[in-house]
Each structure stands twice: as structure tokens, then as C-alpha cells.
């Protein structure tokens, strides 16, 4: 089973641009995640997305948003590149069975964005 | 919302020793706890979870406990090698898979 993909990998952006990430998740995993990493940041929340809804969100502007497809596909998109955006976007999917149990998020390999 | 906090942020062992990574987090409905493993330039990789209604799950030389009285939950780590020097993430979440990471530990295990 092909695990979770991002693309694309590398990104270099200048600032007040916009980017947009995508995501795939594992086959049959419905609920995709996002998430920011910084040096010494750890892993913020961005949002996370269950059937083309997004469910939960995290405390970033509204320059950050996101969509799911049918497919499960997931993007982001950030608007008006900042500086302090640079970092490594991860996404994540689960299969999200329902509230009773919860399943393990695998983590794609990452998009690094750059903003110069 | 949900709030993790995590200490230390870094740990220094020598191998062989144990390493013990803390957690607390605030929202009393959460009810899935997990921790990953992130190696240099690699994703994060789940190494073991523990839910709300078990208060200690072993896993060879990893162990983790969970107090949900007390709103903590802990990573143990027995008779560590080098490849286990990483950063160590804990995550928190409710029914509505809204997951909440700690910061992180950076553990150096010295051969």
C-alpha cells in the first residue's frame, strides 16, 4: 500500500506570494491533517479535513486554508507569503473509523517552503 | 482547545541507561495519547499509543503510562541504543481527531 505523498517536496516562494500543497492520503484513509513545523516549534495544527469538510482548525490567519476532494486528496493553500511562513508543511492521514476508536496518523514526507 | 506541554526538550543518556519524556495536557476530554518518533530530515513515525481507558501499555523496551487524574502521560524508554536518539513528539486528542503535539525532546543516547 503506497503511503502518504506530498508534493511538491521543495518550494521556494518570495514573500506576498501564494502557494499551494497538496496531499494524498493512504487508499481508504478519509481524514487528512495538517500541520506546521519550525525549528523548535514542534508540530502546530493547522486543520484537519474528513470528508471534504474541514472539522477541526488550529490557531493560524485566515492566509491559511485548505480543501479535501472526494478523492480524499487534500491541499493547502497559504496567501501573502510571510516571512516566518518557511517551514516544513506535514500532512497526515488516518482512517477515522468513528469516535470510538482512534487510528494512527502516518505522516507524509513533508513540502519545505521556503519564503525569501 | 487542547494544550500540550512537554519536558525536557532535550536529554542527554548514556546508552544503556533509561530515558523518561513527561507530558501533561489540559483538556480533559481528550482520550488518545500518542507519541512519535522523528529522525533527522524523516517524518514522524508512530512508535506507541495509549488510550483513555488503559493506564500502561509496554511495547518491548518502550513503555508509556497515563494518569488521567492527574492529566499526564510519559514515555519510557529502557536500556537505550544510539538509534533511538531522536526527537520525541507526544500528541493528545479528542473523540474529533483533532490531535495537539508537545514541542518535542531531543534525546541523545552516547555510546
Known amino acids: 500500500k503506497a503511503g502518504v505523498t506530498q508534493t511538491p517536496r521543495y518550494l521556494i516562494k518570495t514573500r506576498g506570494q501564494q502557494v499551494t500543497l497538496s496531499c494524498s492520503p493512504i487508499s481508504g484513509h478519509r481524514s487528512v491533517s495538517w500541520y506546521q513545523q519550525t525549528p523548535g516549534q514542534g508540530l502546530q495544527f493547522l486543520f484537519e479535513y474528513f470528508s471534504e469538510t474541514q472539522r477541526n482548525k488550529g490557531n493560524f490567519p485566515g492566509r491559511f486554508s485548505g480543501r479535501q476532494f472526494s478523492n480524499s486528496r487534500s491541499e493547502m493553500n497559504v496567501s501573502t507569503l510571510e516571512l516566518g511562513d518557511s517551514a516544513l508543511y506535514l500532512c497526515?492521514?488516518?482512517?477515522?473509523?468513528?469516535?470510538?476508536?482512534?487510528?494512527?496518523?502516518?505522516f507524509g514526507p513533508g513540502t519545505r517552503l521556503t519564503v525569501l | 482547545g487542547e494544550n500540550v506541554e512537554q519536558h525536557p526538550s532535550t536529554l542527554s543518556v548514556q546508552e544503556g541507561d533509561s530515558a523518561v519524556i513527561k507530558c501533561t495536557y489540559s483538556?480533559?476530554?481528550?482520550?488518545?495519547f500518542p507519541w512519535y518518533k522523528q529522525e533527522l530530515g524523516k517524518r514522524p513515525q508512530l512508535i506507541i499509543d495509549i488510550r483513555s481507558n488503559v493506564g500502561e501499555k509496554k511495547d518491548q523496551r518502550i513503555a508509556v503510562t497515563l494518569n488521567k487524574t492527574a492529566k499526564h502521560f510519559s514515555l519510557h524508554i529502557t536500556e537505550t541504543q544510539p538509534e533511538d536518539s531522536a526527537v520525541y513528539f507526544c500528541?493528545?486528542?479528542?473523540?474529533?481527531?483533532?490531535?495537539?503535539f508537545g514541542a518535542g525532546t531531543r534525546l541523545t543516547v552516547k555510546p
Open positions: 497526515a492521514s488516518s482512517r477515522d473509523p468513528g469516535p470510538v476508536l482512534h487510528n494512527e496518523q502516518f
Open positions: 500528541a493528545a486528542s479528542t473523540n474529533n481527531n483533532d490531535m495537539r
Open positions: 483538556d480533559s476530554a481528550s482520550n488518545y
